[in-house]
T-cell receptor, first 113, second 116 residues
Framework: KAGVTQTPRYLIKTRGQQVTLSCSPI?????VSWYQQTPGQGLQFLFE???????NKGNFPGRFSGRQFSNSRSEMNVSTLELGDSALYLC????????????FGPGTRLLVL | AQKVTQAQTEISVVEKEDVTLDCVYE???????LFWYKQPPSGELVFLIR??????QNEISGRYSWNFQKSTSSFNFTITASQVVDSAVYFC?????????????FGKGTKLSVIP
């Protein structure tokens, strides 16, 4: 099976812009989670989607949002970018409700100038 | 609230030495899951192992072994006969049960450098 794919892999934006990141889970996986990784804060949970519904949300401002489509693909959006949003954004997919192991994609490196 | 502590920020060992990465966790859940992930320089988190809170059996997989002790809330990871390819950042993570099982709480990671 193909792994989790994320696009784009690298992105440069300027402050105030918005950005959309995409994640395609492993085939058959219905849960998709997003994480932000920065040198200062480490790996932090953003949100998790299952069957197009957000089930969990981390402690991030409303500028961070996401959605999931019927084919389980997910997107996350960050509006009004700030310098501190520069990070590696990781997406993970989980097979079923009984198997909780998350499998991660390669990430999207976002640089905000 | 859940918390994972990896007290070792960086470790350097010479190839073929054994090394243990420490992980201490805090949770109020009675059912929870513990994980170890490896992050090479490419950035992708690679899943290594998952442990359920009700299964304290230690596990060995090749050169890797894990020691889970609920009494001390620890889930330590040992690499035997380390190799240069083991150089990476290793993360210990914790999740709860039910809906909380899809939210991982990570430690800050331990950067392992294996010197040839």
């Amino acid at each position: 099976k193909a792994g989790v794919t994320q696009t784009p892999r690298y992105l440069i934006k300027t402050r105030g812009q918005q950005v959309t990141l995409s994640c395609s889970p492993i085939s058959g996986h219905r849960s998709v989670s997003w994480y932000q990784q920065t040198p200062g804060q480490g790996l932090q949970f953003l949100f998790e989607y299952f069957s197009e519904t957000q089930r969990n949300k981390g402690n991030f401002p409303g500028r961070f949002s996401g959605r999931q489509f019927s084919n389980s693909r997910s997107e996350m959006n960050v509006s009004t970018l700030e310098l501190g949003d520069s990070a590696l954004y990781l997406c993970a997919s989980t097979p079923t409700d009984r198997v909780v192991t998350q499998y991660f994609g390669p990430g999207t490196r976002l640089l905000v100038l | 609230a859940q918390k994972v502590t990896q007290a070792q920020t960086e470790i350097s060992v010479v190839e073929k030495e054994d090394v243990t990465l420490d992980c201490v966790y805090e949770t109020r859940d009675t059912t929870y899951y513990l994980f170890w992930y490896k992050q090479p320089p490419s950035g992708e988190l690679v899943f290594l192992i998952r442990r359920n809170s009700f299964d304290e059996q230690n596990e060995i997989s090749g050169r890797y072994s894990w020691n889970f002790q609920k009494s001390t809330s620890s889930f330590n990871f040992t690499i035997t006969a380390s190799q240069v390819v083991d150089s990476a950042v290793y993360f210990c993570a914790l999740s709860g049960s039910g809906a909380g099982s899809y939210q991982l709480t990570f430690g800050k990671g331990t950067k392992l450098s294996v010197i040839p």
